[in-house]
């Protein structure tokens, strides 16, 4: 008996909706960019993949080093060439290459038809002290939407509950430290916000966007509403972003952010919380930060009340721990803030 060989390429004989079904449940960017050497066919078809998801290893900075010394021998070789380079040519500045080499926007221009996209960062913004937990959610369209913050200390009690106004009254020392805690987290936000603006432009048909950290500190959402309103003010978007730039000194996505707009804070704060889990928390302390309105959406202090119930179970609903902790804080006094813009 006879048999009739075949040479054909096995993966040719599937459609490509199904090789599109398994590239968006791969996600990961690195891999699928490793998956375009597999065939022509392949090479071709990666970038029609809508489902990403992109690791960031290491943003390189240009003050990134593992030893000081070299660190210092590096800046002070790098401003010498700077200054070579205005002498030969002033008025062409050194470009960022860190920026043009390593933003999201350089990485993902391989591909075309990006739907949902998620970028992981490899760690949180946040410089804590030790004992010190902070976990947020923002969301954004062309500025922020609305901000959740949780935070609170653990240790035995002592110096942590001091430290955040144990004695209660939500004043002095304890409110200061709250209020850094929201500051922090909205630069943090605001700083991831800037690093997208540009990949939200060049990807028109972007519909979600999640930024998030390794260490799952915070979470920058953009809906497909948010990313409409961020496109149609792109020109507006980009002086703002200009006007907030920071001074060059560190990761570039770190030291630029979104201004972050005048906004009011409902503050509520338990000076010890002890969880089901046998978890303490002391100073626990839940922050929903909004917009001012201008006045054509001003809300009731119950409609205000109940969307912060929505916002905070929304961005720690899935976490049985922070969960238990937001909806017992929820339950307590809250204490109105107002802060201008910056």
Same mark, same amino acid.
């Given at each position: 008996?006879?048999?009739e $060989?075949d040479?054909s390429?096995?993966f040719?004989?599937i459609p490509?909706p199904? *090789? ?16 375009r050497?597999? /065939? ?7 970038p ?5 998801l992109?690791r ?10 593992d030893d000081?010394?070299?660190? !210092?021998?590096?800046?002070f070789?790098? $401003? *010498?060439?700077? /200054?070579?380079?205005?002498l030969?040519s002033?008025?062409k500045?050194?470009?960022n ?8 926007a350089q *990485?993902?221009k391989? !591909?075309?038809?990006?739907r949902?996209?998620?970028i992981e ?5 946040l410089?804590l002290e ?9 969301? !954004?369209?062309?500025?922020l939407? /609305?901000?959740v913050?949780?935070?609170?200390? $653990?240790?035995?009690?002592g110096?942590?509950e001091a430290?955040l106004?144990?004695?209660g009254?939500g004043?002095?020392g ?9 500051i922090?987290a909205? *630069?943090a936000?605001?700083?991831?916000h800037y690093m997208m603006?540009?990949?939200v432009?060049?990807?028109?048909e972007l519909?979600?966007?999640?930024i998030k950290?390794?260490?799952d500190e915070g ?5 497909k509403? &948010? ?7 792109? &020109?507006?978007e980009?002086?703002?972003n ?7 000194v560190?990761l570039?996505?770190r030291s ?10 409902r503050?509520r ?8 889990n046998g978890t ?6 839940l ?15 119950v %409609?205000e009340q109940n969307?912060?119930v929505?916002?905070a179970?929304g961005a720690?609903g899935?976490?049985?721990?922070y969960? %238990?902790?937001v909806?017992?804080l ?7 803030l %107002?802060?201008? /813009?910056?």
């Amino acid at each position: 008996m006879e048999f009739e $060989s075949d040479h054909s390429d096995g993966f040719d004989r599937i459609p490509d909706p199904l *090789i599109y079904l398994i590239f968006n449940q791969i996600s990961d960017i690195k891999t699928l960019i490793r998956c375009r050497s597999v /065939s022509k066919r392949f090479n071709s078809l990666v970038p029609q993949a809508d489902s990403l998801l992109l690791r960031v290893d290491r943003v390189i900075s240009v003050t990134d080093s593992d030893d000081d010394d070299d660190s !210092f021998l590096l800046a002070f070789l790098r $401003s *010498i060439i700077k /200054s070579l380079h205005h002498l030969v040519s002033p008025s062409k500045p050194v470009p960022n290459p860190t920026r043009s080499q390593n933003s999201p926007a350089q *990485i993902l221009k391989e !591909f075309e038809r990006i739907r949902d996209l998620q970028i992981e960062l490899p760690s949180g913004d946040l410089r804590l002290e030790k004992g010190t937990t902070i976990r947020w959610k923002a969301e !954004f369209g062309k500025t922020l939407k /609305s901000c959740v913050i949780l935070g609170f200390r $653990s240790g035995d009690g002592g110096n942590a509950e001091a430290e955040l106004g144990g004695g209660g009254g939500g004043a002095g020392g304890g409110l200061k430290m709250r209020v850094v805690w929201t500051i922090s987290a909205l *630069i943090a936000a605001s700083a991831r916000h800037y690093m997208m603006v540009e990949v939200v432009n060049e990807h028109k048909e972007l519909e979600s966007l999640l930024i998030k950290d390794r260490e799952d500190e915070g979470k920058v959402v953009m809906d497909k509403k &948010g990313l409409r309103e961020c496109r149609e003010n792109e &020109g507006e978007e980009g002086e703002v972003n200009n006007a907030s730039s920071g001074n060059g000194v560190g990761l570039w996505w770190r030291s630029n952010r979104t201004t972050v707009p005048a906004v009011r804070m409902r503050m509520r704060h338990e000076a010890r919380m002890e969880l089901s889990n046998g978890t303490k928390m002391f100073g626990a302390t839940l922050v929903v930060v909004r917009p001012i309105s201008s006045g054509v959406d001003i809300r009731s202090e119950v %409609e205000e009340q109940n969307g912060d119930v929505g916002l905070a179970l929304g961005a720690f609903g899935d976490d049985a721990v922070y969960c %238990e902790a937001v909806e017992r804080l929820l339950k307590s006094r809250s204490y109105i803030l %107002e802060m201008n /813009s910056f």
